[in-house]
């Protein structure tokens, strides 16, 4: 099987991550306006609750099931034994979520009762889900077309059929069932690069120790995001949930994008350290990062430059408690981008789960603390400050574990600072900007624009000034248009 081009899978992964949170977001100022801040929270009280028999169901498949793929990806016979014997395990253990989450419902779930039945059906879809097998083989282009089609198509329905506030368990179904329809759509696809193999216990058993080691660190990271909103649904109001899961949706958009980075890379990374190329995969790796480092300044400085004028603009009024949440949680952004890179490109394919999951289990120990000591007193705020910490401690300590890798940290670092600098300084004159313009909309408009403009002009100036590989592709972009 020939290897994909890494700037083609980075293409169709950044457009799947961004179309899986994007074309949601959509739709968010309607929803904002036709169910209200309050069935919001239900919703995200409900899913946040279901996300853990999800994450159960799916163990630490999506990374250990790719890495695993990857690297045996051009031998047919093997990819197809590998395929099946992580799969059926996939299929045990969701049965068995699926039993579980049965009884949550008749005998704990007393309030919601209905649309957290409607959640379920995403653990129906974890039965299909097999992206990790075709991330594994680097074919990202066909669950790109999949998911566009699919995303697009709820969004239709949900302004079609979704009207007033009871029809929050419309909005639900809609949802989940398109989740469900974007796993069913991809097994049809499955025959062409698997053959049916002959699978035993012992072969299938061999594969729940990596699993697992995987999934530990995941449910640990689950108590930094969804333990949030199941905490502000508990101790807090619906409607704290509610301001927390709009800010959230803001903050992952751009998020996406990076996740999308580190999808792709894993497969590409985990080849080459398979085949021992390790010098070509350290250079990959820096200049990732360092490329990670320009684009998630960026991204978070300018959410919290616009923030005060596309708050109310996108989610209407009601929602001025947003503004706040999402300036302090835009930091977020560079966090966890250096975490998912340096997790994906470098623990993962280098066997280093060990360091992941001390990682996040420090985290979350510091996330759940912070979330009983400042979601009472702060709601959605208390959410937002305890995770970000969380976040902090666990990049810090991936980081302090790798600095005696030979991997250019201070030039990185000197990069990362100029960036920053750089990030600071649009801050301040989109802000001039916003003092001078008029318009909620011309001003956001303007306030974008100017502050887009600044930090790419600034950075390419920078990029000519040391040489930098950024500088000759967009360069060479420049060339193929004027050919």
């Known amino acids: 099987m020939s290897r994909g081009s890494v700037k083609k899978n980075l293409g169709f992964q950044t457009i799947f991550q961004i179309l899986n949170t994007c ?19 239900i919703f995200s009280f409900t899913l ?19 890495r695993a793929i990857a690297e045996v990806k051009n031998d047919l016979d093997s990819r197809s034994k590998v395929f099946w014997e992580i799969y059926l395990l996939q299929l045990v253990v969701t049965f068995l979520c699926g039993c579980a989450y049965a009884v ?21 879809a974890c039965l299909f889900d097999i992206n990790w097998f075709f991330f594994g083989i680097e074919e990202f282009k066909l669950t790109v077309t999949r998911n566009i089609i699919i995303k697009f198509l709820t969004v239709v329905l949900i302004l079609i059929f979704v009207k007033k506030e009871q029809d929050l ?7 989940i069932g398109g989740t469900l329809l974007s796993q069913v759509v991809l097994l049809f696809y499955l025959p062409k690069y698997v053959s049916l193999k002959k699978i035993y216990y012992k072969e299938l ?17 689950s108590v930094y995001h969804t333990m949030d909103k199941t905490m502000l649904g508990i101790i807090s109001t619906y409607e704290q949930s509610g301001f927390y899961y709009n800010s959230d949706k803001v903050v992952n958009i751009p998020l996406a994008v990076i996740n999308g980075i580190g ?6 990374m985990s080849s080459l350290i398979h085949e021992g190329k390790r010098e070509e995969a350290n250079g990959l790796f820096v200049a990732t990062l360092d490329g990670v480092a320009a684009i998630s300044v960026a991204l978070t400085c300018g959410i919290a430059a616009v923030s005060n004028e596309f708050i109310p603009f996108f989610y209407g009024k009601g929602y001025e408690p947003c503004i706040l949440l999402t300036i302090v949680f835009s930091p977020i952004l560079v966090i966890k981008s250096f975490s998912s890179i340096v997790r994906t490109q470098y623990l993962i394919p280098m066997n280093l789960e060990k360091v992941f999951i001390k990682s996040v289990i420090g985290g979350a120990i510091i996330n759940l603390i912070f979330n009983f000591i400042l979601i009472p007193v702060y709601g959605a705020l208390g959410a937002v400050i305890s995770t970000l910490l969380a976040e902090l401690v666990a990049c810090l300590f991936q980081f302090f574990f790798i600095r005696k890798e030979k991997l250019k940290f201070r030039e990185l670092a000197n990069h990362f600072i100029f960036y920053f600098s750089i990030g600071i300084m649009m801050i301040v004159i989109v802000r001039i900007v916003s003092c001078l313009a008029s318009g909620l909309i011309m001003k956001l408009f303007i306030e974008i624009l100017v502050g887009a403009l600044f930090y790419l002009a600034i950075c390419f100036l920078y990029w000519k000034k040391i ?15 004027n050919m």
Request: charged content about 10%; proline content about 5%.
């Open 205 to 221: 058993v061999k594969h729940i120790y990596p699993n697992l080691v995987l999934f530990i660190p995941l449910l640990a990271m």
């Open 48 to 66: 946040s609750v279901v996300a853990y028999f999800t994450l159960v169901a799916m163990l630490g498949t999506v990374n250990y099931g790719t």
């Open 23 to 41: 074309l949601p977001l959509i739709t968010a100022p309607y929803l904002s306006r036709t169910l209200g801040a309050e069935q919001l929270g």
């Open 104 to 124: 949550y419902i008749i005998l704990i779930c007393k309030e919601n009762r209905f649309v957290a039945l409607l959640q379920g059906i995403s653990i129906v």
């Open 263 to 268: 999808t792709v890379m894993l497969p590409r």
């Open 467 to 481: 040489n930098s590989a950024f500088y000759g592709t967009i360069k060479g972009l420049f060339r193929r248009k």
């Open 169 to 175: 368990w419309i909005y639900t179904l809609i949802m």
